[in-house]
Protein backbone atom coordinates (compact mmCIF):
# COMPACT_ATOMS: atom_id res chain seq x y z
CA UNK A 1 0.00 0.00 0.00
CA UNK A 2 1.25 3.36 -0.73
CA UNK A 3 0.25 6.71 0.83
CA UNK A 4 -1.98 8.31 -1.47
CA UNK A 5 -3.62 5.03 -1.16
CA UNK A 6 -4.61 5.90 2.81
CA UNK A 7 -5.17 9.26 1.96
CA UNK A 8 -7.75 8.64 -0.57
CA UNK A 9 -9.74 5.60 1.91
CA UNK A 10 -9.69 8.48 4.64
CA UNK A 11 -10.96 11.34 2.62
CA UNK A 12 -14.28 8.72 1.14
CA UNK A 13 -14.87 7.07 4.34
CA UNK A 14 -14.96 11.17 5.85
CA UNK A 15 -17.14 11.69 2.67
CA UNK A 16 -19.69 9.21 3.73
CA UNK A 17 -20.33 9.38 7.26
CA UNK A 18 -20.56 13.11 6.57
CA UNK A 19 -22.63 13.28 3.74
CA UNK A 20 -26.17 13.95 5.37
CA UNK A 21 -25.33 17.02 6.78
CA UNK A 22 -26.02 18.35 3.76
CA UNK A 23 -29.47 18.55 4.59
CA UNK A 24 -28.81 20.79 7.92
CA UNK A 25 -29.75 23.94 7.64
CA UNK A 26 -27.99 27.25 9.96
CA UNK A 27 -27.82 26.17 13.75
CA UNK A 28 -26.47 28.30 16.46
CA UNK A 29 -23.67 30.20 15.87
CA UNK A 30 -24.28 29.49 12.10
CA UNK A 31 -26.97 32.47 12.33
CA UNK A 32 -24.41 35.06 13.46
CA UNK A 33 -21.54 34.34 11.46
CA UNK A 34 -22.40 33.59 8.10
CA UNK A 35 -26.04 33.58 7.64
CA UNK A 36 -26.99 37.41 8.84
CA UNK A 37 -24.20 38.67 7.72
CA UNK A 38 -24.54 41.09 4.62
CA UNK A 39 -20.77 41.82 4.64
CA UNK A 40 -20.65 37.89 2.98
CA UNK A 41 -23.58 38.17 1.49
CA UNK A 42 -23.01 41.34 -0.82
CA UNK A 43 -18.99 42.10 0.07
CA UNK A 44 -17.89 45.72 -0.83
CA UNK A 45 -14.28 44.08 -1.60
CA UNK A 46 -12.12 41.53 -1.13
CA UNK A 47 -10.21 43.70 1.58
CA UNK A 48 -13.28 44.11 3.31
CA UNK A 49 -14.25 40.26 4.14
CA UNK A 50 -10.29 39.64 5.03
CA UNK A 51 -10.55 42.66 7.35
CA UNK A 52 -13.55 42.01 9.31
CA UNK A 53 -13.39 39.99 12.48
CA UNK A 54 -14.62 36.06 12.91
CA UNK A 55 -17.74 37.65 14.52
CA UNK A 56 -20.07 40.53 13.78
CA UNK A 57 -18.55 43.63 15.70
CA UNK A 58 -21.37 43.83 17.99
CA UNK A 59 -20.71 40.42 19.40
CA UNK A 60 -17.41 41.74 20.53
CA UNK A 61 -14.25 39.82 21.22
CA UNK A 62 -11.19 39.94 18.53
CA UNK A 63 -11.46 36.94 16.57
CA UNK A 64 -9.57 36.65 12.74
CA UNK A 65 -10.25 34.14 10.17
CA UNK A 66 -9.84 35.84 7.26
CA UNK A 67 -9.35 32.27 5.53
CA UNK A 68 -12.77 31.17 7.12
CA UNK A 69 -14.91 33.97 6.16
CA UNK A 70 -13.32 34.23 3.01
CA UNK A 71 -14.53 30.76 1.70
CA UNK A 72 -18.35 31.76 2.72
CA UNK A 73 -18.44 34.60 1.15
CA UNK A 74 -17.06 32.34 -1.85
CA UNK A 75 -20.24 30.32 -0.88
CA UNK A 76 -22.14 32.78 -1.12
CA UNK A 77 -21.26 33.96 -4.82
CA UNK A 78 -22.83 30.00 -5.41
CA UNK A 79 -25.90 29.59 -3.48
CA UNK A 80 -27.04 31.32 -0.20
CA UNK A 81 -28.54 28.03 1.01
CA UNK A 82 -26.94 26.05 4.07
CA UNK A 83 -26.99 22.75 1.59
CA UNK A 84 -23.86 24.00 -0.48
CA UNK A 85 -21.91 25.27 2.74
CA UNK A 86 -22.42 21.96 4.66
CA UNK A 87 -21.63 20.29 1.33
CA UNK A 88 -18.04 22.34 1.48
CA UNK A 89 -17.90 21.20 4.95
CA UNK A 90 -17.73 17.76 4.32
CA UNK A 91 -15.11 18.39 1.32
CA UNK A 92 -12.71 20.08 4.21
CA UNK A 93 -13.67 17.30 6.09
CA UNK A 94 -12.37 14.68 3.58
CA UNK A 95 -8.98 16.57 2.66
CA UNK A 96 -8.57 17.27 6.12
CA UNK A 97 -8.54 13.65 6.83
CA UNK A 98 -6.52 13.57 3.39
CA UNK A 99 -3.84 15.24 4.69
CA UNK A 100 -3.74 13.48 8.18
CA UNK A 101 -3.05 10.46 6.79
CA UNK A 102 -0.59 11.45 5.04
CA UNK A 103 0.70 12.81 7.77
CA UNK A 104 0.72 9.46 9.58
CA UNK A 105 2.26 8.04 6.56
CA UNK A 106 5.09 10.12 6.73
CA UNK A 107 6.19 9.62 10.05
CA UNK A 108 5.74 5.76 10.09
CA UNK A 109 4.44 4.02 7.27
CA UNK A 110 1.20 3.45 5.42
CA UNK A 111 -0.15 1.03 7.26
CA UNK A 112 0.06 3.26 9.94
CA UNK A 113 -1.55 6.35 7.62
CA UNK A 114 -4.14 3.71 6.57
CA UNK A 115 -5.44 3.30 10.36
CA UNK A 116 -5.23 6.64 11.43
CA UNK A 117 -6.51 8.44 8.79
CA UNK A 118 -9.60 6.04 9.18
CA UNK A 119 -10.23 6.30 12.59
CA UNK A 120 -9.71 10.00 11.71
CA UNK A 121 -12.39 10.27 9.49
CA UNK A 122 -15.33 8.23 11.27
CA UNK A 123 -14.55 9.93 14.71
CA UNK A 124 -18.12 10.38 16.09
CA UNK A 125 -16.04 13.44 18.22
CA UNK A 126 -15.94 15.21 15.00
CA UNK A 127 -19.35 15.71 13.82
CA UNK A 128 -20.00 18.94 15.57
CA UNK A 129 -17.18 20.51 13.28
CA UNK A 130 -18.31 18.50 9.91
CA UNK A 131 -22.04 19.07 10.98
CA UNK A 132 -22.18 22.72 12.19
CA UNK A 133 -21.07 25.59 9.41
CA UNK A 134 -19.41 27.27 11.73
CA UNK A 135 -16.77 24.47 12.46
CA UNK A 136 -14.82 24.59 9.05
CA UNK A 137 -12.63 27.00 11.24
CA UNK A 138 -11.44 23.57 12.23
CA UNK A 139 -11.41 21.86 9.38
CA UNK A 140 -9.04 24.13 7.11
CA UNK A 141 -6.90 24.88 10.39
CA UNK A 142 -5.69 20.93 10.34
CA UNK A 143 -5.48 21.09 7.13
CA UNK A 144 -3.18 23.83 7.00
CA UNK A 145 -1.28 22.14 10.09
CA UNK A 146 -1.17 18.81 8.57
CA UNK A 147 0.40 20.40 4.99
CA UNK A 148 3.13 22.49 7.03
CA UNK A 149 4.03 19.29 8.79
CA UNK A 150 3.96 17.19 5.94
CA UNK A 151 6.76 20.04 4.46
CA UNK A 152 8.88 19.77 7.29
CA UNK A 153 9.27 16.34 7.24
CA UNK A 154 9.81 16.46 3.94
CA UNK A 155 12.69 19.79 4.18
CA UNK A 156 15.23 17.06 5.31
CA UNK A 157 15.39 15.77 1.43
CA UNK A 158 14.89 19.11 0.07
CA UNK A 159 14.98 22.86 1.47
CA UNK A 160 12.31 23.51 -1.40
CA UNK A 161 9.89 22.24 1.34
CA UNK A 162 10.16 25.05 3.64
CA UNK A 163 8.00 27.04 1.50
CA UNK A 164 5.33 24.49 2.44
CA UNK A 165 6.18 25.13 6.08
CA UNK A 166 5.45 28.92 5.82
CA UNK A 167 2.62 28.74 3.53
CA UNK A 168 0.74 25.77 5.14
CA UNK A 169 1.70 27.84 8.32
CA UNK A 170 -0.12 30.99 7.29
CA UNK A 171 -3.35 29.16 5.95
CA UNK A 172 -3.63 27.46 9.02
CA UNK A 173 -3.36 30.21 11.48
CA UNK A 174 -5.87 32.46 9.24
CA UNK A 175 -8.26 29.78 9.78
CA UNK A 176 -7.86 29.33 13.64
CA UNK A 177 -5.37 31.18 16.06
CA UNK A 178 -5.20 28.08 17.44
CA UNK A 179 -2.30 26.90 14.94
CA UNK A 180 -0.01 28.90 16.76
CA UNK A 181 1.30 25.73 18.49
CA UNK A 182 2.45 24.96 15.06
CA UNK A 183 6.05 25.61 15.89
CA UNK A 184 5.72 23.17 19.13
CA UNK A 185 4.31 20.30 17.24
CA UNK A 186 7.18 20.96 13.98
CA UNK A 187 9.22 19.93 16.99
CA UNK A 188 8.15 17.13 18.38
CA UNK A 189 7.48 15.60 14.82
CA UNK A 190 10.78 15.88 13.81
CA UNK A 191 11.96 14.76 17.36
CA UNK A 192 9.50 11.80 17.51
CA UNK A 193 11.21 10.94 14.16
CA UNK A 194 14.46 11.25 15.16
CA UNK A 195 14.39 8.99 18.06
CA UNK A 196 12.28 6.35 16.21
CA UNK A 197 15.54 6.42 13.94
CA UNK A 198 17.64 6.62 16.87
CA UNK A 199 19.38 9.57 16.11
CA UNK A 200 20.72 12.03 19.18
CA UNK A 201 18.55 14.66 20.07
CA UNK A 202 21.28 17.79 19.06
CA UNK A 203 20.59 16.19 15.18
CA UNK A 204 16.98 16.14 15.66
CA UNK A 205 17.00 19.92 16.93
CA UNK A 206 19.60 20.88 14.08
CA UNK A 207 17.59 19.35 11.63
CA UNK A 208 14.23 20.96 13.48
CA UNK A 209 15.55 24.67 13.63
CA UNK A 210 14.79 25.82 10.14
CA UNK A 211 11.36 24.40 9.57
CA UNK A 212 10.47 25.66 13.21
CA UNK A 213 10.88 29.04 12.23
CA UNK A 214 9.23 28.94 9.04
CA UNK A 215 6.23 27.87 10.85
CA UNK A 216 7.17 31.22 13.61
CA UNK A 217 6.83 33.34 10.68
CA UNK A 218 3.77 32.94 9.13
CA UNK A 219 2.08 32.99 13.07
CA UNK A 220 3.92 36.28 13.94
CA UNK A 221 3.09 38.10 11.19
CA UNK A 222 -0.88 37.15 11.95
CA UNK A 223 -1.24 38.45 15.24
CA UNK A 224 0.77 41.89 14.09
CA UNK A 225 -2.04 42.32 11.23
CA UNK A 226 -4.69 41.41 13.72
CA UNK A 227 -3.75 43.67 15.99
CA UNK A 228 -4.35 46.10 12.43
CA UNK A 229 -7.17 45.25 11.81
CA UNK A 230 -9.10 43.94 14.60
CA UNK A 231 -9.95 45.25 17.78
CA UNK A 232 -8.72 44.60 20.80
CA UNK A 233 -5.94 41.77 22.22
CA UNK A 234 -7.39 39.05 23.48
CA UNK A 235 -6.81 35.38 21.98
CA UNK A 236 -10.41 33.92 22.70
CA UNK A 237 -13.80 35.30 21.70
CA UNK A 238 -14.92 36.24 25.26
CA UNK A 239 -14.24 36.40 28.98
CA UNK A 240 -13.18 33.53 31.42
CA UNK A 241 -14.63 29.74 31.30
CA UNK A 242 -17.64 29.68 34.67
CA UNK A 243 -15.94 28.88 37.41
CA UNK A 244 -12.42 30.08 36.68
CA UNK A 245 -12.83 33.78 37.62
CA UNK A 246 -10.02 34.98 39.82
CA UNK A 247 -7.58 32.01 39.40
CA UNK A 248 -4.10 32.24 38.36
CA UNK A 249 -2.60 29.83 36.07
CA UNK A 250 -2.11 26.90 38.76
CA UNK A 251 -5.92 27.44 39.94
CA UNK A 252 -6.96 27.08 36.06
CA UNK A 253 -4.87 24.34 36.05
CA UNK A 254 -6.06 22.69 39.08
CA UNK A 255 -9.79 23.25 38.16
CA UNK A 256 -9.50 21.55 34.83
CA UNK A 257 -7.65 18.95 35.91
CA UNK A 258 -10.82 16.95 36.75
CA UNK A 259 -12.05 17.92 33.19
CA UNK A 260 -9.26 16.56 31.16
CA UNK A 261 -10.98 13.22 31.91
CA UNK A 262 -13.74 14.79 30.22
CA UNK A 263 -11.30 14.91 26.95
CA UNK A 264 -9.57 11.62 27.59
CA UNK A 265 -13.00 9.81 27.50
CA UNK A 266 -14.07 11.96 24.04
CA UNK A 267 -10.57 11.39 22.64
CA UNK A 268 -10.99 7.35 22.94
CA UNK A 269 -14.21 6.68 23.69
CA UNK A 270 -16.73 8.97 22.14
CA UNK A 271 -20.23 7.51 22.69
CA UNK A 272 -21.91 9.76 24.29
CA UNK A 273 -21.36 13.06 22.68
CA UNK A 274 -23.08 16.44 23.57
CA UNK A 275 -24.18 19.40 22.23
CA UNK A 276 -23.06 21.56 25.44
CA UNK A 277 -20.71 21.05 28.51
CA UNK A 278 -21.50 23.77 30.54
CA UNK A 279 -22.41 23.91 34.13
CA UNK A 280 -23.49 22.18 36.15
CA UNK A 281 -23.48 18.98 33.30
CA UNK A 282 -19.32 19.97 33.68
CA UNK A 283 -17.95 22.28 36.14
CA UNK A 284 -14.84 23.36 37.29
CA UNK A 285 -13.87 22.40 40.84
CA UNK A 286 -10.99 24.06 42.69
CA UNK A 287 -10.94 21.73 45.50
CA UNK A 288 -9.27 18.14 46.22
CA UNK A 289 -11.09 16.01 44.95
CA UNK A 290 -11.15 12.39 43.97
CA UNK A 291 -11.47 13.20 40.63
CA UNK A 292 -8.50 15.31 40.93
CA UNK A 293 -6.45 11.82 41.84
CA UNK A 294 -8.02 10.07 39.18
CA UNK A 295 -7.20 12.43 36.95
CA UNK A 296 -3.99 12.86 38.09
CA UNK A 297 -2.95 8.64 38.24
CA UNK A 298 -4.53 8.20 34.45
CA UNK A 299 -2.17 11.11 33.18
CA UNK A 300 0.93 9.47 35.03
CA UNK A 301 0.15 5.75 34.11
CA UNK A 302 -0.47 7.14 30.31
CA UNK A 303 2.70 8.98 30.44
CA UNK A 304 4.49 5.68 31.88
CA UNK A 305 2.67 3.23 29.15
CA UNK A 306 3.76 5.47 26.54
CA UNK A 307 7.17 5.81 28.00
CA UNK A 308 7.52 2.28 28.71
CA UNK A 309 7.06 1.39 24.74
CA UNK A 310 9.44 3.73 23.63
CA UNK A 311 11.86 0.33 23.04
CA UNK A 312 9.87 -0.79 20.28
CA UNK A 313 7.37 2.22 19.31
CA UNK A 314 8.15 6.21 20.39
CA UNK A 315 4.69 6.89 18.57
CA UNK A 316 2.48 6.44 21.80
CA UNK A 317 4.79 8.53 23.29
CA UNK A 318 4.40 11.39 20.41
CA UNK A 319 0.66 11.66 20.07
CA UNK A 320 0.08 11.71 23.60
CA UNK A 321 2.79 14.85 23.49
CA UNK A 322 0.69 16.12 20.20
CA UNK A 323 -2.51 16.03 22.62
CA UNK A 324 -1.22 18.28 25.26
CA UNK A 325 0.43 20.79 22.72
CA UNK A 326 -3.07 21.13 20.69
CA UNK A 327 -5.26 21.35 23.64
CA UNK A 328 -3.04 23.76 24.99
CA UNK A 329 -5.33 26.61 23.61
CA UNK A 330 -8.75 25.68 24.82
CA UNK A 331 -7.33 24.39 28.06
CA UNK A 332 -8.12 27.47 30.01
CA UNK A 333 -4.63 26.93 31.64
CA UNK A 334 -1.84 29.52 29.57
CA UNK A 335 -5.12 31.27 27.64
CA UNK A 336 -8.33 31.66 29.65
CA UNK A 337 -11.63 30.64 26.72
CA UNK A 338 -15.38 31.15 27.22
CA UNK A 339 -15.95 26.95 26.88
CA UNK A 340 -14.99 24.35 29.68
CA UNK A 341 -14.86 21.49 26.78
CA UNK A 342 -16.25 21.60 23.23
CA UNK A 343 -16.20 18.74 20.57
CA UNK A 344 -15.33 20.76 17.94
CA UNK A 345 -12.60 21.96 19.87
CA UNK A 346 -10.69 18.22 20.11
CA UNK A 347 -10.10 18.16 16.04
CA UNK A 348 -6.76 19.12 15.86
CA UNK A 349 -5.90 17.21 19.36
CA UNK A 350 -7.77 13.70 18.45
CA UNK A 351 -5.23 12.89 15.41
CA UNK A 352 -2.57 12.49 18.25
CA UNK A 353 -4.09 10.51 20.25
CA UNK A 354 -5.49 7.75 17.40
CA UNK A 355 -1.76 7.69 16.80
CA UNK A 356 -1.03 6.63 19.89
CA UNK A 357 -3.60 4.35 20.21
CA UNK A 358 -2.54 2.81 16.40
CA UNK A 359 0.90 2.64 17.18
CA UNK A 360 0.32 1.01 21.06
CA UNK A 361 -1.87 -1.67 19.56
CA UNK A 362 0.53 -2.27 16.71
CA UNK A 363 2.80 -3.06 19.51
CA UNK A 364 0.53 -5.33 21.82
CA UNK A 365 -1.92 -6.90 19.84
CA UNK A 366 -1.07 -9.52 17.29
CA UNK A 367 -1.11 -9.11 14.07
CA UNK A 368 -3.50 -11.36 12.80
CA UNK A 369 -6.41 -9.61 15.22
CA UNK A 370 -5.24 -5.71 13.88
CA UNK A 371 -6.88 -5.59 11.05
CA UNK A 372 -10.35 -7.40 12.19
CA UNK A 373 -10.16 -4.77 15.42
CA UNK A 374 -9.87 -1.69 12.85
CA UNK A 375 -12.21 -2.57 11.27
CA UNK A 376 -14.52 -2.82 14.32
CA UNK A 377 -13.77 0.70 15.03
CA UNK A 378 -14.31 1.79 11.87
CA UNK A 379 -18.11 0.76 11.34
CA UNK A 380 -18.50 1.14 15.00
CA UNK A 381 -17.32 5.19 14.89
CA UNK A 382 -19.14 5.54 11.20
CA UNK A 383 -22.48 4.31 12.61
CA UNK A 384 -21.93 6.33 15.39
CA UNK A 385 -21.10 9.87 13.58
CA UNK A 386 -23.71 9.05 10.57
CA UNK A 387 -26.11 8.93 13.66
CA UNK A 388 -25.05 12.08 15.25
CA UNK A 389 -25.45 14.18 12.37
CA UNK A 390 -29.09 15.25 12.42
CA UNK A 391 -28.82 16.78 15.59
CA UNK A 392 -27.45 19.59 13.67
CA UNK A 393 -30.16 19.22 11.56
CA UNK A 394 -32.16 22.49 13.05
CA UNK A 395 -32.22 24.65 16.12
CA UNK A 396 -35.05 22.83 16.84
CA UNK A 397 -33.07 19.81 16.69
CA UNK A 398 -30.28 21.10 18.38
CA UNK A 399 -32.41 22.33 21.49
CA UNK A 400 -33.82 18.38 21.73
CA UNK A 401 -30.32 16.93 21.51
CA UNK A 402 -29.04 19.53 24.18
CA UNK A 403 -31.75 18.97 26.48
CA UNK A 404 -30.80 14.86 26.60
CA UNK A 405 -26.81 14.99 25.84
CA UNK A 406 -26.83 17.56 29.17
CA UNK A 407 -30.07 17.86 30.92
CA UNK A 408 -28.52 19.50 33.85
CA UNK A 409 -26.52 22.16 31.88
CA UNK A 410 -27.39 25.67 32.05
CA UNK A 411 -27.96 25.96 28.59
CA UNK A 412 -30.55 23.17 28.72
CA UNK A 413 -32.38 24.80 32.08
CA UNK A 414 -32.54 28.11 29.88
CA UNK A 415 -34.06 26.54 26.98
CA UNK A 416 -36.60 24.10 29.29
CA UNK A 417 -37.43 27.73 30.94
CA UNK A 418 -37.75 29.72 27.87
CA UNK A 419 -39.64 26.73 26.28
CA UNK A 420 -42.33 26.75 29.88
CA UNK A 421 -42.87 30.33 29.48
CA UNK A 422 -44.05 30.32 25.82
CA UNK A 423 -46.12 27.76 26.64
CA UNK A 424 -47.55 29.44 29.22
CA UNK A 425 -46.39 27.80 32.40
CA UNK A 426 -44.87 30.75 34.03
CA UNK A 427 -44.18 28.74 37.61
CA UNK A 428 -42.07 25.84 35.56
CA UNK A 429 -40.05 28.48 33.05
CA UNK A 430 -39.13 30.49 36.24
CA UNK A 431 -38.14 27.53 38.22
CA UNK A 432 -35.92 26.59 35.08
CA UNK A 433 -34.33 30.05 34.76
CA UNK A 434 -33.32 30.29 38.33
CA UNK A 435 -32.10 26.52 38.10
CA UNK A 436 -29.86 28.15 35.01
CA UNK A 437 -28.83 30.88 36.68
CA UNK A 438 -27.70 28.73 39.72
CA UNK A 439 -25.85 26.55 37.54
CA UNK A 440 -23.99 29.60 36.19
CA UNK A 441 -24.00 32.40 38.01
CA UNK A 442 -21.38 34.03 36.02
CA UNK A 443 -23.28 33.65 32.77
CA UNK A 444 -25.86 37.07 31.71
CA UNK A 445 -28.26 35.20 29.62
CA UNK A 446 -30.63 33.56 31.71
CA UNK A 447 -30.70 36.56 34.58
CA UNK A 448 -31.23 38.89 31.69
CA UNK A 449 -33.96 36.56 30.47
CA UNK A 450 -35.96 36.00 33.56
CA UNK A 451 -35.62 39.82 33.95
CA UNK A 452 -37.46 40.57 31.11
CA UNK A 453 -40.06 38.13 32.03
CA UNK A 454 -40.43 39.67 35.14
CA UNK A 455 -40.59 43.27 33.80
CA UNK A 456 -43.33 41.69 31.25
CA UNK A 457 -45.44 40.67 34.09
CA UNK A 458 -44.94 43.73 35.84
CA UNK A 459 -42.83 42.84 38.63
CA UNK A 460 -40.77 45.50 38.62
CA UNK A 461 -38.80 44.90 41.45
CA UNK A 462 -37.40 41.45 40.95
CA UNK A 463 -36.66 42.17 37.54
CA UNK A 464 -34.10 45.57 39.09
CA UNK A 465 -32.53 42.69 41.24
CA UNK A 466 -31.91 40.57 38.68
CA UNK A 467 -30.37 43.19 36.47
CA UNK A 468 -28.34 44.43 39.51
CA UNK A 469 -27.12 41.38 40.36
CA UNK A 470 -25.92 40.75 36.83
CA UNK A 471 -23.95 44.67 36.81
CA UNK A 472 -22.23 43.67 40.01
CA UNK A 473 -21.27 40.15 38.24
CA UNK A 474 -19.99 41.66 35.73
CA UNK A 475 -20.17 45.94 35.41
CA UNK A 476 -18.70 45.92 31.28
CA UNK A 477 -21.70 44.95 29.81
CA UNK A 478 -24.16 48.12 28.50
CA UNK A 479 -27.42 46.00 28.20
CA UNK A 480 -28.37 45.91 32.10
CA UNK A 481 -27.00 49.22 32.42
CA UNK A 482 -29.57 50.37 29.52
CA UNK A 483 -32.54 48.61 31.33
CA UNK A 484 -32.12 48.95 34.60
CA UNK A 485 -33.26 52.49 34.83
CA UNK A 486 -36.45 52.05 33.55
CA UNK A 487 -37.67 48.58 35.59
CA UNK A 488 -36.57 51.15 38.48
CA UNK A 489 -38.37 53.66 37.35
CA UNK A 490 -41.55 51.34 37.00
CA UNK A 491 -40.79 50.26 40.49
CA UNK A 492 -41.20 53.69 42.01
CA UNK A 493 -37.39 54.46 42.89
CA UNK A 494 -36.82 57.41 40.75
CA UNK A 495 -33.64 58.36 42.74
CA UNK A 496 -32.17 55.41 42.30
CA UNK A 497 -32.93 55.31 38.54
CA UNK A 498 -31.85 58.69 37.59
CA UNK A 499 -28.19 57.47 39.69
CA UNK A 500 -28.16 54.11 37.75
CA UNK A 501 -28.73 56.09 34.17
CA UNK A 502 -26.45 59.20 35.01
CA UNK A 503 -23.77 56.58 36.31
CA UNK A 504 -24.49 54.44 33.11
CA UNK A 505 -23.45 57.77 30.78
CA UNK A 506 -20.58 58.54 32.66
CA UNK A 507 -19.27 55.01 32.37
CA UNK A 508 -20.09 54.77 28.64
CA UNK A 509 -19.24 58.20 27.43
CA UNK A 510 -18.91 56.92 23.87
CA UNK A 511 -22.26 55.47 24.03
CA UNK A 512 -25.28 57.93 22.81
CA UNK A 513 -27.61 55.20 23.49
CA UNK A 514 -27.34 55.34 27.21
CA UNK A 515 -26.70 59.28 27.11
CA UNK A 516 -29.95 59.41 25.62
CA UNK A 517 -31.41 57.07 27.90
CA UNK A 518 -29.79 58.82 31.03
CA UNK A 519 -31.97 61.91 29.44
CA UNK A 520 -34.87 60.47 28.72
CA UNK A 521 -34.92 59.05 32.69
CA UNK A 522 -33.84 62.60 34.02
CA UNK A 523 -37.19 63.43 31.73
CA UNK A 524 -38.99 61.19 33.86
CA UNK A 525 -38.26 61.81 36.69
CA UNK A 526 -38.25 65.54 36.77
CA UNK A 527 -42.05 65.08 35.62
CA UNK A 528 -42.48 63.07 38.53
CA UNK A 529 -41.76 65.55 40.92
CA UNK A 530 -43.94 67.75 39.66
Given amino acids: MRPWHAALTAALAAVLVSATAVRNGFVEDDHWVVEQRPLLQHPPSASAVISAPYWPPS ?41 LALLAAALADAGTGLAVGLLFAVDPVHVEAVANVVGRAELMAAVGYGLALIGALRAEKSRAWLAGVVLGGAFAIASKEHAATLPAAVILLLAGRGAARAESWRTSLRRAWAPALCAVAPIVGYFVLRRLVVQGGAFGSGGLAPG ?34 SPAYATVSTGFTLWHVVALLTWVVLAGGAWRLRHRTWWPLVGLVWVAITIAPVSNILVPTEILVAERTLYLPSWGALLALVTAAAAIVPARARVPALAIVAVLGAWRSVARVPAWRSDATFVVALEADAPTSYRSLWQEGLAAFDAGHWGSGERYLREAIAAAPEIPAPKEELARRYAAAGLWRPAADLLEREIADDSSRTLPWSELPGVLLQAGDT ?29 AAKGRRR
Fill in 59 to 99: FGGSLWRPAVLATYALDYRVSSGPGWFHAVNVLWAAAAAAV
Fill in 244 to 277: LGGLGVWGRAWGMLPLSLVWLRLLVFPAHLSADY
Fill in 495 to 523: ARALFVAERAAARFPGDSALARNAAAVAS
